[in-house]
């Protein structure tokens, strides 16, 4: 079964940087699209950064450009996201998806203080 297991998150300063992690089991990891989304206390779910399948194109929310980036290593079945210049509005449960796959992880807290 599909499964989607994100880690790297924890209490950072403002200025701090983290690199999460998600680990993909259970469908062909390397033919899909992924992405990371996060979602803030009282807030919608929303799209933060997404990569192809190969890797070659990459999107990013306006908030998040220029200070997070997206990879992905198909042999391990993993994709990243590193966040430097943290803001205490990055504050966030982050979960990464495959496009068209109807599953989410149990996410990993992201808390940057002031």
């Known amino acids: 079964q599909v499964q989607l297991v994100e880690s790297g998150g924890g209490l950072v300063q403002s200025g701090g940087s983290l690199r999460l992690s998600c680990a993909a089991s259970?469908?062909?990891?390397?033919?899909?699209?992924m992405s990371w989304h996060r979602q803030a206390p009282g807030k919608e779910r929303e799209l933060v950064a997404r990569?192809?399948?190969?890797?070659?194109?990459?999107n990013y929310a306006d908030s998040v450009k220029g200070r997070f980036t997206i990879s992905r290593d198909n042999a391990k079945n993993t994709v990243y996201l590193q966040m430097n210049s943290l803001k205490p509005e990055d504050t966030a449960v982050y979960y990464c998806?495959?496009?068209?796959?109807?599953?989410w992880g149990q996410g990993t807290q992201v808390t940057v203080s002031s």
């Open positions: 990569i192809t399948s190969a890797g070659s194109v990459t």
């Open positions: 259970g469908f062909t990891f390397s033919s899909y699209t």
């Open positions: 998806n495959a496009r068209s796959i109807a599953y």
